[in-house]
């Protein structure tokens, strides 16, 4: 009797653990629901309980919140321009801040980047210019206006902010496949379970973004002091320039210059006829056109020269208004463990035109393969160098994305 005793309050109390933890659970989806109810946005936001895991991912990590909150001071007002520019609810900039923390240097997995995590095929459809030294889509100014254009086609389409959302997270292409695959159902929740995840998880992230951004007091976290940088001036550049150069000669930090400009990836200004607008402290300002020509001169250390930067799949191109530029083709043996995106970025081209110039399909290399590459003939001698050097300084090669 005892015994079975025992067991009944043992299993007593396990029901009253479990009915007490379901009651804090309905309570806690109550809680976060009432909230996001109390807010007026523009984008159809409403709590549903796949935001919780995101919302309790961002309260396990106080910091990530603060800086969230930091950049967004500083940054929302950006986005909110361009939204509004296009008549668009200036609630979309969550879209951004929960895909990429609002960090204008950051890349997803899938290549996409900026602050608005961007894939390339957008990019390209809007006519930003991405390649080996420039990437428009970290630019805050820019990419928004694109980005803001882009939710205005999204939404003549699907007529729904939650739909235009996922279409952004993955393309109207994948999205279309689902709502196939559910019936032809237009709600969101019904298509949720048959969406990629790449589409149906930007949504509720958004939904744990607007939350967080609204009520993080609430939860004890500080308020973060906005992101800060230095007032600026922009100079306009037009030969090659590397941030090392301007950091040493002007006493300015290269950090500060790869925030101020995210478009330059590789922290190199390259050419172009037209020169590119590059940002720098205003005080500095002055010093730099006094000293300009110093900074022109090619560092030794970068093999740099004014050569145009735009490459194609033929040795020689010449494009309108830049120099002409004559390719040299030098040679790499493929390693064990190389993979085509690396040794593409080694010799600063576009996968697309190595596989062109080897008559390559697919993704697959096999070691001991032999490549062609047409560089820069002014260069080339610092590309042959490549193929002798071993795994760790190549890995040393890799851009700073």
Known sequence: MRKLGFIVAVLQLLINFTTGFAASQKG??????????ALKTGIDINYHPTAKVYIEEYLANPDQIRTLVSRSKYYFPILEKSLKQKGLPVDLKYVAAASSMLDPLFVNPSGASGIWTMSYQVSKMYKLKVNTFVDERRDPIRSSQIAAQHFKDLFSIYKSWSLAIAAYGCSPVQLNKAIHAAGNSLYYWDIYKVMPSNCRDLYSRVIATVYILNYYKEHGIKQADPLVFPVCDTVRVNKWLSFSQIAGTMDVDTVLLRNLNPVFRKDIVPFSAQGYALRVPAEKSGRFAMLKDSFYRPSANLDIQPVAIEQSSEPVTQNKGEQRVRKKRVFYTVKRGDNLGDIADWFD???????????????????????????PATK??????????????????????
């Open 28 to 37: 806690q989806d109550e809680l976060f629901q009432g909230r996001i109810s």
């Open 349 to 375: 081209v576009d996968v697309s035109e190595l596989k062109s110039w080897n008559k390559i399909r697919g993704n697959k290399l096999t070691a001991g393969k032999r490549l062609s590459v047409f560089v």
């Open 380 to 401: 080339s001698g610092y590309y042959n160098r490549i193929n002798r050097m071993s795994a760790s300084q190549k890995k040393n090669l890799k851009r700073k994305d």
